[in-house]
């Protein structure tokens, strides 16, 4: 089984920061990605960013140049720093942690919200 674990929403202003953090547990080997989606009321799922266990990223247009990923994989953490932010980044935000066996495993959910 693997337990990811997040942290890190909450209200913040328009322009603000906002750092959201997963930490995987369990069965966590050969990992293939650690990655953030979002899905706001109303909306579909959508992936945000994602990082590959060697380090390859790969961001959302909308998020490009404000929204960083990163990965400590001494500790099966994910990162994504979010700065910038718009009332349009308002959702819960969800991490997924990929394996190229298992399929994927994901996290409860992390409300953040962007007020104008």
């Known amino acids: 089984q693997v337990q990811l674990v997040e942290s890190g929403g909450g209200l913040v202003q328009a322009g603000g920061s906002l750092r959201l953090s997963c930490a995987a547990s369990g069965s966590i080997f050969n990992i293939n990605t650690m990655g953030w989606h979002r899905q706001a009321p109303g909306k579909q799922r959508e992936l945000v960013a994602r990082i590959s266990s060697g380090g390859i990223t790969n961001y959302q247009d909308s998020v490009k140049g404000r929204f960083t990923i990163s990965s400590d994989n001494a500790k099966n953490t994910v990162f994504l720093q979010m700065n910038s932010l718009k009332p349009e980044d308002t959702a819960v935000y969800y991490c997924?942690?990929?394996?190229?066996?298992?399929?994927?495993?994901w996290g409860q959910g992390t409300q953040v919200t962007v007020s104008s």
């Open positions: 997924k942690i990929d394996f190229p066996d298992r399929g994927g495993y």
